[in-house]
């Protein structure tokens, strides 16, 4: 207790928080409050936390708000920026694409496998799978909802909610169009136009955004630089007021990216579980592979090294020892690498005054996501985990393929003199194929895998929440919601050598080791397994079954190395969901606040199980209790913005994505643990003089997993274990450092307005080790250690009292290295092999703005 009661009066004390966000809300301008000179710039903070517009400092919940300016400031605003304006969320790179980001918050993020995540992203309220980099242009703000989210509004989580608003269209004629160029090539432009078309009653407005930028790691093998920017995004969005009680706007969002894909940096090996996992597959296609100069497996041809255990292990080493020669900025593959996305969102959103104290809000969404993609997990030459997916051998098909509908409504209104703020309302959502997709990659140098999941998912929910004025300054808030999600997937997984090997096959099958097979059911098995994948479909494969009469009979023929059925797996899981909490602001207008919530992440099924697993997981649930102050102040002329909260989270039937061990490994997502999160958040700032911001964000965060008497023949936690079975509760939750916290300095000359406003500003951010997978204590080089990170601006608005921008930026001004992401296998039960993802360098650049017609925001 007394360690929770330092820890509070530290971060209370000595943190600071970010300079205020002047956000504002669905496309409209933040109103200016009275007190806003009063509180000496300050002003005020606009949210839709709770889907109406409110203060921030009077909405009872966790939500900090990031600006366009404050996006703008940073050059190439990419979502990993949010964890230096926000505590205690972190957002980390996955598997082996760096724009495949995970959000986490509070500890609750999401595991590879799972259906749904933790965290869910939104733009213009409608939920998305995927918040990447180039869809921040032309916004009112991003919101950060942190505990358990959905009683109130979309979709149910347990974590909470990154929200997009994009600017809707306004009321006067006006825009900009501004140009950004730095090094690494950065050439950015973006532009938007409001136009009234018939005044206060038809609004048009559209924005762009183009940005390439030269990648900064560089491919020795191909000449290519990866982790580069190349993408173009368009917005539209038509406001429509037929009456003063109705208005419609609908919105129409594309994004085509299509960069040269992410370097993933090769970092270690296992050998005895690399080698393993070669050994009886180079022993099965004896003589039919080989080794290249580059360390690839091909068909074995002359002067090419053979394709055993001992000399696959000898060319990773050669390789990893080159990797750390050369340093993570240069890598040297071979294999296809690069990224094209293409994303499109229309959103419509009606709402009507029913009377004067009632309105009816309908909000419909769809998405279409394709993505076309090839990288390298294993982040070598020769297929140790090659995720080369639509560039695989033989594979035309996208590896993301899917679409959503959604429709919410929602009806809301004040009763009672105004004292009870009620809401009740519906959603539903249905995620489905868009056509066919698969996962293709190539494992343990020579194997094909193709796995296809098409997958559906139907949500249902209604809810209801209020809040009751007592008094002046009392109020007492709840919500409830029921919510039935349904899961319906037909999947298969296929399996085939690369070709090559089939007269080394036949040899095997035909000798002794192979059990003396005659030859004509060699070709046929040798046939068989050599078969054709059927990629993008879902079906049955292989070749029936094979009749060799009396005495040996019918022998089965399907595809002899993999699944060959399409199977058919439904869940289906219902949950209530609640939250309780009651409010007191003071007559200074301080706010205190209090609430225990519960919160829930649907259950799933995996795209394949082992024999004896099932392939379904269950839903995971967390219990939150919370509470937090916000509270201005004024001591004569030195302002001060406090906002603080405390939270404890019990976190039941965690989803985690384990391996198991097998001649091929394979990973699958199961409910493996309970836990317990706790943790402060303080967001802070301070004007101490005119034109002086003070600010921080500052989060403690302990999550820990219930601990678990490990079994004594298998223990889950011995990363030389052969056989890993469970889940280690030694684990640290991945992506959740201990500490985050960031100081913040704004600097405005008292300059005359003829000259303009010339501002500049620092950023250092600072955060403590972190696990960048699920299973740091069987891998502890997945781990980072802690990194601070120091970023620089200046800015000048309206040069010479023109409308004009200027401005420069320098990110990672100490060119700190660090990763954001780790693919780390190399305990013995896995595969292997580790690669790591890592952060852009220095950064520098300006920006020019011109601003015409009315306000640009």
Same mark, same amino acid.
């Given at each position: ?138 916004? =009112? @703000?991003?919101?950060? !909802?942190? &505990?358990?989210?959905?009683? /109130?509004? *979309?979709?149910?989580?347990? #974590?909470?909610? $990154? ?112 080698? =393993? @996992?070669?050994?009886? !597959?180079? &022993?099965?296609?004896?003589? /039919?592979? *080989?080794?290249?100069?580059? #360390?690839?497996? $091909? ?126 309302? *519906? ?134 190395? *993999? ?295």
């Amino acid at each position: 207790m007394h360690k929770w009661k330092a820890i509070l009066f530290a971060g209370a004390a000595s943190v600071f928080l970010i300079q205020p966000a002047q956000a504002q809300s669905e496309g409209e301008s933040a109103p200016a409050a009275d007190g806003a000179d009063r509180q000496g710039g300050l002003g005020e903070i606009v949210v839709t936390a709770r889907r109406q517009e409110e203060r921030l400092q009077d909405v009872p919940i966790a939500v900090s708000v990031v600006s366009q300016e404050q996006m703008d400031q940073r050059g190439s605003f990419n979502p990993v920026d949010l964890v230096q304006t926000t505590p205690g969320l972190a957002v980390s790179a996955s598997v082996s694409d760096r724009n495949n980001l995970t959000y986490t918050i509070r500890g609750q993020g999401f595991s590879f496998g799972t259906v749904f995540p933790a965290v869910i992203t939104y733009f213009a309220e409608v939920p998305i799978s995927r918040l990447t980099q180039g869809q921040f242009y032309d916004l =009112a @703000n991003v919101q950060v !909802l942190r &505990g358990p989210q959905g009683v /109130g509004f *979309g979709r149910v989580t347990d #974590g909470g909610n $990154v929200m997009v608003s994009p600017q809707t269209p306004k009321e006067d004629f006006g825009g900009y169009v501004g140009v950004k160029v730095g090094n690494y090539g950065l050439r950015t432009v973006n532009g938007a136009i409001n136009i009234p078309i018939v005044e206060d009653r038809v609004l048009l407005r559209g924005a762009f955004e183009t940005a390439r930028r030269d990648g900064f790691t560089r491919n020795l093998a191909t000449g290519q630089r990866h982790d580069n920017l190349a993408y173009e995004g368009f917005r539209g969005s038509l406001t429509l007021r037929p009456t003063d009680t109705i208005e419609n706007t609908t919105i129409l969002s594309y994004q085509n990216t299509h960069d040269n894909g992410t370097a993933v940096i090769f970092g270690g090996i296992n050998d005895a579980a690399l080698g =393993a @996992n070669i050994a009886g !597959l180079a &022993g099965l296609f004896a003589g /039919g592979y *080989g080794i290249d100069a580059n #360390g690839s497996v $091909v068909p074995m041809a002359p002067g090419l090294t053979p394709f055993t255990a001992t000399n696959y292990l000898a060319a990773q080493h050669a390789q990893l020892d080159a990797q750390n020669a050369r340093g993570p900025r240069a890598i040297s593959l071979v294999d296809p690498l690069y990224s094209k996305r293409k994303n499109l969102y229309l959103v419509n959103r009606t709402v009507v005054d029913l009377a004067d104290d009632i309105q009816l809000t309908n909000i419909f969404g769809y998405v279409r996501e394709k993505e076309d993609e090839a990288s390298n997990f294993g982040a070598a030459n020769g297929a140790a985990v090659l995720t080369c997916h639509s560039a695989c051998p033989n594979t035309d098909v996208l590896f993301t393929n899917a679409e959503q509908l959604s429709e919410e409504l929602r009806l809301s209104g004040l009763a009672l003199d105004g004292k009870l703020n009620w809401a009740v309302g *519906g959603y539903m959502d249905e995620q489905r194929p868009g056509g066919p997709a698969e996962n293709a990659t190539i494992n343990v140098a020579i194997l094909q895998r193709a796995g296809v999941n098409d997958l559906t998912t139907k949500s249902r929910a209604v809810y209801g929440s209020l809040e009751y004025a007592i008094t002046d300054n009392l109020k007492i808030n709840g919500g409830l919601r029921y919510t039935h999600d349904r899961v319906l997937s037909r999947q298969a997984t296929y399996l085939s050598p690369i070709p090559g090997g089939e007269e080394a096959l036949k040899a095997f099958l035909m000798g002794p080791g192979g059990g003396n097979v005659p030859e004509p059911l060699a070709d046929v098995l040798v046939a068989s397994t050599f078969a054709p994948i059927p990629h993008g479909k879902c079906q049955d494969y292989g070749f029936g079954s094979l009749d060799l009469g009396p005495g040996v009979g019918v022998i089965p023929l399907n595809n002899v190395l *993999g699944t060959a059925t399409c199977v058919e797996t439904r869940g289906s899981f219902k949950s209530t969901t609640w939250t309780f909490g009651a409010s007191y602001k003071t007559d200074a207008g301080q706010l205190f606040y209090a609430k225990i919530s519960k919160g829930y992440r649907p259950g799933g099924v995996n795209s394949s199980a082992p024999p004896g697993v099932s392939p379904a997981y269950q839903p995971e649930t967390d219990v939150s209790i919370e509470a937090g102050v916000k509270a201005d102040f004024d001591f004569d002329g030195v302002f001060l913005r406090t906002n603080l909260a405390a939270y404890t989270d019990r976190y039941k039937a965690i989803q985690k994505n384990v391996v198991l061990p097998g001649a091929v490994p394979v990973s699958l997502v199961q409910n493996v643990n309970n836990g317990r999160i706790k943790g402060i958040e303080a967001e802070v700032s301070l004007i101490p003089v005119e034109g002086l911001t003070l600010g921080g964000t500052f989060a403690y965060t302990d999550a820990t997993f219930d601990r678990t008497t490990p079994d004594p023949v298998a223990n889950p936690c011995d990363p030389t274990s052969v056989a890993i079975v469970g889940f280690c509760s030694d684990n640290r939750f991945n992506s959740v450092p201990k500490t985050q916290y960031t100081l913040n300095l704004d600097y405005v000359l008292p300059l005359d307005d003829k000259i303009g406003k010339i501002s500049f500003g620092g950023r250092l951010y600072h955060q403590s080790s972190v696990a960048l997978t699920d299973t740091s204590a069987l891998n502890p080089n997945a781990i980072e250690p802690a990194y601070t990170t120091l970023d620089f601006s200046l800015n000048w608005k309206d040069v010479m009292g023109q409308p004009v921008d200027l401005g420069v930026f320098l990110t990672n001004a100490t060119n700190k290295l660090y990763r954001i992401g780790s693919n780390d296998l190399t305990q013995r039960s896995s595969l292997g092999v580790r690669g790591s993802i890592y952060a852009p360098p220095r950064m520098w650049g300006v920006s020019l703005k011109y601003r015409f017609g009315g306000d640009a925001y």
